[in-house]
């Protein structure tokens, strides 16, 4: 599996930006795509996840209203529409596959666990200025 992360940049505080994740050999009916981010400093943190087989889909409560994940199974993309941002979203952007089961985990209450993500992308720059 590969793949490849665009549409990062510098925004201000309240603006949008869609981030893109490119997958080859990735099987859409069978795995989850998620995205992480880090901040300088800071662990990575598991931020949203699709599984496009039912559209199961998770974003942790700092996202919640802010942030929506979608798929384009044909292009073998998924977005991250990022609305509304602010200062502490800035980091770098991950995309990264895994199994049937994180995404299912994390709306149980377990959250996301890079653990359950095997192959990543090399990420894209979010920077939020204030």
């Known amino acids: 599996v590969q793949l490849v992360e665009s549409g990062g940049g510098l925004v201000q505080a309240g603006g949008s930006l869609r981030l893109s994740c490119a997958a080859s050999?990735?099987?859409?009916?069978?795995?989850?795509i998620g995205w992480f981010r880090q901040a300088p400093g800071k662990e990575r943190e598991g931020v949203s996840c699709?599984?496009?087989?039912?559209?199961?889909?998770y974003s942790a409560k700092s996202v919640q209203g802010r942030f929506t994940i979608s798929s384009d199974n044909a292009k073998n993309t998924v977005y991250l529409q990022m609305d509304n941002l602010k200062p502490e979203d800035t980091g770098v952007y991950y995309c990264?596959?895994?199994?049937?089961?994180?995404?299912?985990?994390?709306?149980?209450?377990?959250?996301?666990?890079?653990?359950?993500?095997?192959?990543w992308g090399q990420g894209t720059q979010v920077s939020v200025s204030s």
């Open positions: 699709i599984r496009p087989s039912d559209v199961t889909t």
């Open positions: 990264a596959d895994g199994n049937e089961y994180p995404c299912l985990r994390a709306v149980l209450g377990h959250g996301l666990l890079r653990s359950d993500f095997g192959s």
């Open positions: 050999g990735f099987t859409f009916d069978e795995g989850v």
